[in-house]
């Protein structure tokens, strides 16, 4: 069974980068349209962005113009480099497929600080 193991947070200043990384483990997610979310406690999990295996991509309101997803399908790793952060990008971050999602990983973790 594919297992999700996300990478990458941490804690940065407002205006800050960060790089996240999604890799499926004991398997692959080639070929299915990936896609990073985020969770806030008490707020249901949302979509920040999703990339297809053509590389045609889609990014929420908040995510549009600041983040980049990507993926390198031979390491089964999608990416998700995030610049100008704010503070309400704080959240546990986790990616997964599209459709027909697979079990969570544990996501990681970014606080952005004002």
């Known amino acids: 069974q594919v297992r999700l193991v996300e990478s990458g947070g941490g804690l940065v200043q407002a205006g800050g980068s960060l790089r996240l990384s999604c890799v499926a483990r004991r398997g692959s997610s080639r070929m299915e349209p990936m896609a990073w979310y985020r969770q806030t406690p008490g707020k249901a999990r949302e979509l920040v962005a999703r990339i297809n295996p053509s590389g045609s991509t889609y990014y929420s309101d908040s995510a549009q113009g600041r983040f980049i997803i990507s993926r390198d399908d031979p390491r089964d790793t999608t990416y998700l480099q995030m610049s100008k952060l704010k503070p309400e990008d704080t959240a546990v971050y986790y990616c997964?497929?599209?459709?027909?999602?697979?079990?969570w990983g544990q996501g990681t973790q970014v606080t952005v600080s004002s």
């Open positions: 997964n497929q599209v459709h027909l999602l697979l079990p």
